[in-house]
């Protein structure tokens, strides 16, 4: 894999996780029914069920992680690939992709919640919990991030001015 | 058996932006840094072995055979009762159509997990006993790659967000899976922390050059 293709690959992915940010939070994720009750759940309605609920630990830890970081991924990797070819901030630049790497996959959260929760919540009409599209654009923002950190590796970041440009 | 690193015998890349740096003895309380990007290239080696990293992924396959072959959840409701392995979610959402997600969550906490916990394992042992074995430098990239989608801990913290939502609904029992999946998230934390990568690069590296003069003198 060339450079330039690897530049030009990860700007497409994070354009593409930035433009399905958007559905993935609006379009329902889950639908939990209980008791012929259906509710389906937004990423954000999943955090205001459990602060409604009095656990707000809980809610503040799905929030970070299903909101805040996915959103945190994708506006530091555009920036980061926005900057490539200069010379500016390339420390930080750095810095900033070491910990998207790190804390990238914490929006995983709430697919893993889905699958456990699809596991043991299929007692026919007292509850079921099914999968929505809003969790397929989810998963494609979450994979795209991910791909696009591993793909712009991080000595494409201290490559001089004009080097690899595409 | 090929050599991982272009590089000549005295230098070394650094493991975050493969800067060249030239490797030269560090003495113990210093260390060699990358003059690029500042990461660590070169520490003493001290008391260091791979020995911790071996028994740390060994333990961690075993835990996560035993979270994949015990039910993690049981879930009750109006005296019904439903329980579920790693797998049962991962089917489930297969079965609604969902197959890209069950592929993904399939991937994250069961084939990635497997995957690195298999290849560190592989890769300690034949750097502890110093013999190369086949397809070590294979077995090394694989846990490389394994790595970022070895997502056992996001897992252990989705279970207990969901024992959360599900007590709103109903009765929720902690099954010896639920350990487990605990077990193989702090024991693949913990091998993160000590399979050193920088080791194992320069372990590779001083096996690939004993066999290449072994090759010469016969």
Redesign the interface.
């Known amino acids: 894999m060339t450079d330039s293709f690897r530049i030009s690959t990860a700007r497409a992915l994070v354009t593409t996780a930035a433009v399905l940010y958007v559905p993935s939070n609006v379009i329902p994720v889950m639908t ?1 029914t ?1 008791a012929g009750k259906t509710d389906p759940l937004t990423v954000l309605g ?1 955090v205001k ?2 602060w409604d ?1 009095n ?1 707000p630990a ?1 809610a503040g ?2 929030f970070l ?1 299903s909101f805040v970081v996915p959103f945190l991924k994708v506006a530091s990797l555009g920036w980061i690939l926005w900057l490539h070819g200069t010379d500016r901030h390339q ?1 930080v630049r ?1 810095k900033v992709h ?1 910990i998207v ?1 790190r804390i ?3 929006s ?17 009409a ?2 079921s919990v ?2 929505e599209p809003g ?2 654009y989810f ?1 494609s923002v ?2 795209s991030c ?1 791909l696009a ?2 793909i712009y ?3 494409l ?2 490559e001089s001015p004009g080097e690899t440009d595409p | 058996m090929k050599s991982p690193s272009p590089l000549g015998p005295d230098w070394i890349a650094c493991h ?4 060249p740096c030239r490797i030269r003895h560090v003495h113990p309380g210093t260390e060699l840094r990358c003059g ?3 990461s660590t290239v070169l520490s003493p080696a001290g008391r260091k072995t791979f020995q911790p990293a071996l028994a740390l992924s060994i333990a961690g396959l075993f835990a996560l055979f035993l979270a994949n072959t015990n039910p ?4 009750d ?2 005296g ?1 009762t ?5 797998v ?3 089917g ?2 297969f079965h ?1 159509g ?1 197959w ?2 069950a592929a ?2 399939f991937t ?2 069961m084939l990635a997990p497997a995957l690195y916990l298999a290849s560190v394992a592989y890769v300690s042992a034949a750097c502890s006993m110093k013999f190369p074995l086949p397809g070590i430098f294979a077995a090394f990239r694989i846990s490389t790659w394994a790595e ?2 070895n ?1 056992i801990p ?2 252990s ?6 024992v ?3 007590r ?3 009765g ?1 029992t902690w099954n010896d899976g639920a350990r487990w999946v605990l077990a193989v998230a702090l024991l693949t934390l913990f091998a993160q922390q000590v399979f050193e990568r920088r080791m194992v690069d320069l372990r590779l590296e001083a096996m690939a050059a004993a066999r290449r003069n072994e090759g010469r003198a016969s």
Do not use: N
Request: aromatic fraction near 8%; hydrophobic fraction near 55%.
């Open positions: 939990m209980v999943g069920e459990l609920s656990l809980i830890v799905v992680a420390g750095d070491r790497h990238g996959s914490w995983m959260i709430d697919i893993f919640l889905l699958s456990v929760l699809a596991a043991v919540g299929q007692l026919g007292l509850g099914t999968a969790a397929i998963c979450m994979i991910l950190a591993e590796k991080p000595r970041i201290w | 975050h932006c493969e800067a690029r990007c500042g993690v959840l049981t879930f409701v109006a019904r439903q329980s579920g392995y790693i049962t979610g991962i489930e959402l609604q969902y890209p997600i993904l969550v994250a906490s970022p989608w997502l996001v897992y913290i989705a279970t207990v967000v969901s959360v939502k599900l709103m609904i109903g929720v």
